[in-house]
């Protein structure tokens, strides 16, 4: 069974900067494109960066282009999301998945697992 466990979410002001880890267990984590999509109240979930099995492609939403970067690390079943310039927009529960393709895609339905999320509040 696989499971994905998010860390370091958190409560920061406008301008800061966090970085989410995704730890994966359960099938061979190198194979699989990872993704990151999050959830604000109200809304519904969308799509925030993904990467390919082997970090060659990876993908932003408009909204996060130029602040946030997503990497893995094969070697430690992680991926990770820097997130810079913090804004109040980017307020949610933020959430990991993997596909179960290898290229890496923005829509949730080649996501076969997700974590429980991360929540990511900014102040303003």
């Known amino acids: 069974q696989v499971q994905l466990v998010e860390s370091g979410g958190g409560l920061v002001q406008t301008g800061d900067s966090l970085r989410l880890s995704c730890a994966a267990s359960?099938?061979?984590?190198?194979?699989?494109?990872m993704g990151w999509f999050r959830q604000a109240p109200g809304k519904e979930r969308e799509f925030v960066a993904a990467i390919s099995w082997n970090s060659v492609s990876t993908f932003y939403a408009d909204s996060v282009k130029g602040r946030f970067t997503i990497s893995r690390d094969n070697a430690k079943n992680t991926v990770y999301l820097q997130m810079n310039n913090l804004k109040p927009a980017d307020t949610a529960v933020y959430y990991c998945?993997?596909?179960?393709?290898?290229?890496?895609?923005?829509?949730?339905?080649?996501?076969?697992?997700w974590g429980q999320g991360t929540q990511v509040t900014v102040s303003s």
């Open positions: 359960g099938r061979t984590f190198s194979r699989y494109a």
């Open positions: 998945a993997q596909s179960y393709t290898s290229g890496g895609a923005t829509t949730p339905s080649v996501y076969d697992y």
